[in-house]
């Protein structure tokens, strides 16, 4: 696909550990009227059928353990034909499970919520309707968990919905040469467009002058700048932007001059219009979707950016996914 636009460098794939990697998940629920038990499980590739299973390695041991019991608690629930599904997360010792149910749930059923949640210390969230709905089992408590970005000394605090990377360890790796392609320094204003929680905004604010952060979720940029106060950065600030509307898409780029993109698989076309025809001379962009990539680096190279850099990045081992880094830069836009 990059054929006719090779980097001048390729970089090493970056990879982690094959199993026992994964901290977020979205798990099917089913109960099995013929089977006699509840599935909870993987959904089977272009079908709604659930993956039979007990446990599984790519889940980090916190989560995998948890399968069996789940499924004995579904199996004795009034309410197990109404649950769709379990969003599982872990993070620095501590898990949330988030249950979708279509249904009222009986007291007898939020009761046994309640004693799986204390045997097996974990923190239960309850989802009746959409994403909003969202709300701990225990009235009052905090459905916060965090990670760490040890290199950095950051830690950041996010809900069990937001959106997080799910291989911690290969997250760590991104940002580090996400950092280093970068080559920031303490005059440095950069854009971090699609930035999340600020997964890279606040370790890009530590060796440069400014960061600004957009991203279309309210809730994301809440918790981002959260996330900022919370590690004592004052040199990074977020905006709500719709990055696919033109506006949004200008919003700062007359002030920046280096930028990371790290966009849905829609990719980032119109942000690199704007890139192009700003004094941007450094773009380091994360990608999920190569065909996207090679559409943006096509207009970043119609606009004077060369390709320095690309490497490959196995954040979901034993999957077809692979997503990719790629570092452009050109000379001064006035010289």
């Known amino acids: 696909m990059f054929d006719d636009c090779s980097p001048k460098q390729w970089i090493p794939t970056l990879s982690g550990d094959a199993v026992g990697y994964r901290s977020k998940a979205r798990l099917g629920v089913k109960h099995v009227i013929k089977k006699g038990r509840t599935l909870i499980g993987f959904r089977e590739v272009g079908s709604a059928y659930i993956t039979e299973m007990t446990s599984c390695q790519v889940l980090v041991p916190e989560l995998a353990r948890l399968i069996e019991p789940l499924s004995r608690l579904i199996d004795g629930l009034d309410?197990?034909?109404?649950i769709p599904q379990i969003e599982v997360a872990a993070s620095s010792g501590a898990v949330a499970l988030v249950v979708r149910h279509l249904a009222i749930l009986s007291s007898e059923d939020l009761a046994a919520f309640a004693a799986f949640q204390s045997a097996h210390k974990v923190m239960i969230l309850l989802q009746s309707k959409g994403p909003d709905s969202v709300k701990p089992l225990d009235d009052g408590a905090n459905p916060l968990l965090h990670y760490r970005l040890?290199?950095?000394g950051l830690v950041f605090e996010f809900h069990p919905m937001d959106f997080t990377q799910v291989n911690q360890a290969v997250n760590q790796n991104m940002v580090n040469l996400a950092l280093d392609l970068l080559d920031l320094n303490s005059e440095d204003l950069v854009l971090d467009a699609f930035c999340g929680i600020g997964n890279f905004s606040l370790a890009v604010a530590q060796r440069a002058a400014r960061v600004i952060g957009l991203e279309a979720s309210r809730a994301s940029v809440d918790r981002a700048s959260s996330n900022a106060q919370l590690n004592g950065l004052g040199n990074v600030s977020f905006e709500v932007a719709d990055l696919y509307q033109s506006e949004s898409a200008s919003l700062v780029l007359p002030q920046i001059n280096k930028a990371l993109l790290d966009p849905p698989r829609s990719g980032a076309e119109l942000v690199c219009?704007?890139?192009?025809?700003?004094?941007?001379?450094?773009?380091?962009?994360?990608?999920?979707?190569p065909k996207t990539l090679r559409r943006d680096a096509d207009i970043l190279r119609a606009g004077g950016f060369q390709l320095?850099?690309?490497g490959m990045i196995d954040m979901f081992p034993h999957t077809a996914h692979m997503e990719s880094i790629a570092c452009f830069s050109r000379g001064s836009k006035n010289g």
């Open 308 to 310: 320095d850099h690309l």
């Open 273 to 289: 219009q704007k890139l192009v025809a700003s004094a941007c001379n450094k773009i380091v962009y994360v990608s999920c979707n």
């Open 79 to 82: 309410s197990r034909s109404t």
């Open 150 to 152: 040890t290199d950095q």
